[in-house]
């Protein structure tokens, strides 16, 4: 199928020719004629599949349907959990309705809110937005939502999690009944199935693109065991070894941080992104970042879902998720579109069980690399009964020396994958 095919208008035609994008990816083929029917949309889809266009370009169809006179009034509404992903959903809206004349304004909080008003008071078509700012600003009577026709939940999952669940339903007691839908979430446990029942209407239709395993193919997969202590040697040692560059996940913060610092005393450019970053910083990081000066970015996993970082080869896991499903969203930074990628784990003794859980969840085994400098330390480090349990986040691990020795001993090795010690060298 071609874009062609759909019925858009020559505008839309010419804006993704420009893109470079030749045919739509299956949710783009699946959604865009259920949503020019004007019908409600349940997309099961992640970042990395087009869903942005998928969602994009016919709404700006049906708003250059609407008659001339309704312009610059918010019609479509495009709510996101994060600030990066606002501004990745209205860069993508405003490239394909370049030279609709429909305007497209991003809001989000963490900066001044003057810029934003101005925008909006010169008024707007496509309103992209992170909740909190979206009903600050609507509360103070800047936000308009009376003429929307379009309503689109993006990332929802990722909403439900950072707690942004009082604000959806705020909001969604104040835009019109009356409107087209859409709600997208990477997973779709039972209380996001309940949220959507409360956002569409009950003929609505769903579309799946189980992603999952197609990123989990495209991306090489790799392993390390690596003792905690001897990562930052390991991450060195395989930037090293790696050429261009590369996103490194932490879990924590404070953790990024670190890296970074340890990184910069190398001689590493390497910046991170994470909530406690001003708004600013995250955004130069992120423009450093693509524009290849800065060679490592280091973040946390809200800070960086969602960002689309074109020609990514690598993405590292410093630590692993203790959520099997964030390691998919992970590694579907890398392998975009049609491009490959490769993923690399350093797996520390306290992370197995989570190694294990992702293993279940991609439904297969991540090859194991015992190739490297640091196998010795992680041997020891497994030894260790107590080092073995899962730690919170933010608990230290023991110190080197303590936990009871060999008692109880890495299992032999040649076991069941998820069970097996690291060997010595
Ligand atoms: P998204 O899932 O919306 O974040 O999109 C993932 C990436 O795919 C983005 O870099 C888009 O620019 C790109 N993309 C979206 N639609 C197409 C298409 N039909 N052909 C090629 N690339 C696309």
Redesign the pocket.
């Known amino acids: 199928m071609a874009?062609d095919a759909l019925g858009l208008d020559p505008k839309i035609l010419d804006a993704?020719d420009a893109?470079?994008?030749?045919?739509?990816?299956p949710i783009?083929a699946q959604s865009i004629p259920i949503l020019l029917e004007g019908i409600d949309l349940l997309g099961t889809?992640?970042?990395?599949?087009?869903?942005?266009?998928?969602f994009t370009i016919p709404i700006v169809q049906h708003l250059l349907e609407q008659p001339k006179t309704n312009r610059r009034k918010i019609k479509a509404l495009v709510v996101t959990p994060t600030r990066e992903l606002a501004l990745?959903v209205g860069d993508?809206a405003k490239r394909y309705s370049k030279n609709t004349g429909l305007r497209t304004a991003i809001i989000f909080g963490g900066v001044g809110q003057n810029p934003q008003v101005d925008l909006l008071r010169k008024g707007v078509d496509i309103l992209v937005a992170t909740p909190g700012r979206l009903l600050d600003l609507q509360g103070q009577g800047h936000i308009d939502l009376r003429e929307l026709t379009h309503f689109v939940l993006d990332e929802a999952d990722q909403m439900l999690d950072m707690g942004f669940i009082h604000d959806i339903r705020k909001l969604l007691k104040i835009i019109p009944a009356k409107r087209q839908s859409l709600f997208f979430s990477a997973t779709m446990p039972k209380s996001i199935q309940e949220l959507s029942s409360q956002i569409l209407k009950s003929n609505y239709q769903s579309v799946r693109i189980a992603v999952d395993k197609p990123t989990a193919e495209r991306v090489t997969q790799k392993v390390y065991y690596v003792s905690k202590s001897e990562k930052p040697s390991m991450l060195i040692h395989l930037l090293q070894e790696m050429e261009g560059s590369v996103l490194v996940f932490g879990r924590t913060k404070h953790g990024c941080d670190k890296v970074v610092r340890i990184l910069d005393k190398k001689g590493i450019t390497a910046a991170a992104i994470h909530g406690n970053k001003s708004q600013n910083a995250r955004q130069k990081a992120l423009k450093g970042f693509k524009a290849g000066d800065v060679r490592v970015l280091v973040a946390t996993d809200i800070a960086a879902r969602?960002i689309?970082i074109?020609g990514l080869e690598y993405v590292v896991n410093y630590e692993l998720p203790n959520v099997a499903e964030t390691y998919v969203h992970r590694i579907g930074r890398t392998g975009?579109?049609?491009a490959s990628g490769s993923s690399i784990s350093l797996c520390s003794a306290d992370e197995r069980d989570y190694l294990k859980d992702i293993e279940k969840l991609i439904r297969a085994d991540i090859p194991l690399d015992e190739d490297h400098p640091f196998t010795e330390g992680a041997a020891e480090e497994w030894a260790i009964p107590e080092n073995r349990k899962p730690k919170k986040q933010g608990q230290r691990g023991p110190r080197p020396g303590r936990g009871g020795g060999q008692r109880g001993g890495a299992p032999k090795q040649g076991g069941s994958r998820g069970g097996r010690a690291p060997r010595r060298r």
Do not use: M
């Open positions: 874009f993704l893109q470079g994008y030749t045919s739509p990816t783009q889809a992640q970042t990395g599949t087009g869903k942005t266009a998928a990745q993508n969602g689309d074109s975009r579109a049609d």
